[in-house]
């Protein structure tokens, strides 16, 4: 097995012109599948309260349910980088708590490094609180989700001037803070080359095109669940699971399920 994937090597693979792959994951089974492809990082992003908990947007993600599915990847990950989101109000009150917060998601629940939505002029003090402690952070901006409400819904940022003036302002901030890389979401797609091109840290897009330094994609979108324009489809398994469900209630009803070689032998037929 290849070595762990760390943050250096998120650095060694920009400079060499080597992309990184980023595909989130919230639970043992998937973790431990993903860690055994060529997947380079594993993002327990807040993004399950919409993939797997219900919720309409991540903002009712909470810090207990981020180190519990935290907990669960990082039992899994043997070489992948586990990054885990900080989830809505974890990071922006003060920096003490941002610090608190992000400790609980390393020495609790097993993350490699933390990612948060925002320049370093709105949270400076919290990302510099964080790296002073020696975990590692990733920054994010363009679509940020847990500002939708502010934002008017999820929309495509830096399409004016304005915007794209402030996007390449705020990537140089957080990497002259100390991030380690920073997410591009939902720019357009020569905004976000300009930005790769300018920064010597790796950017990695999500609805970003494709001269980011990486990738990352929501594990429930490639699999079939997916209906944003920016993802992907590699496998309906959607579909093949909603198959087998009813393949499996049908047997069942139809008595056909389960057969002898489904079931314990009887004493007769032991003694025989």
Not at 115 to 140: C, D, N, Q, W, Y
Not at 151 to 177: P, T
Not at 200 to 211: K, L, Y
Request: with cysteine.
């Amino acid at each position: 097995m290849a070595g762990r994937v760390t943050t250096l090597t998120f650095r060694e693979r920009k400079r060499a012109g080597e992309k990184i792959a980023v595909l989130t994951a919230y639970d043992y089974p998937t973790a431990k599948l993903v860690d055994e492809s060529a997947v380079d990082a594993i993002l327990v992003g807040d993004s399950l309260g919409m993939a797997i908990m219900g919720y309409k947007d991540t903002l009712q993600v909470t810090m207990d349910d981020m180190v519990h599915h935290t907990g669960m990847v990082s039992r899994a990950a043997e070489r992948a980088l586990v990054i885990a989101d900080m989830p809505f109000l974890s990071y922006q009150v003060n920096a003490e708590e941002a610090l608190r917060n992000a400790g609980r998601l390393v020495g609790q629940a097993g993350a490699h490094a933390v990612k948060l939505e925002g320049s370093a002029e709105k949270f400076g003090e919290s990302i510099r609180t964080i790296l002073r402690a020696g975990i590692p952070v990733m920054g994010h901006i363009g679509l940020t989700p847990q500002s939708v409400h502010q934002f008017g819904g999820y929309r495509v940022q830096g399409r004016d001037a304005e915007s794209r003036a402030r996007l390449k302002k705020e990537a140089a901030g957080l990497q002259e803070i100390g991030c380690f890389s920073i997410v591009l979401e939902c720019v357009p797609a020569d905004l976000a080359g300009e930005i790769s091109e300018s920064l010597s840290i790796p950017t990695i897009g999500i609805g970003a095109g494709p001269e980011c330094d990486g990738q990352v994609l929501v594990l429930h979108d490639i699999l079939g669940w997916g209906e944003n324009r920016f993802s992907k489809t590699y496998a309906d398994v959607r579909s093949e699971m909603a198959q087998a469900f009813e393949a499996y209630a049908r047997e069942v009803k139809q008595c056909t399920f389960p057969e002898e070689a489904h079931s314990y032998p009887t004493s007769a037929q032991k003694a025989g």
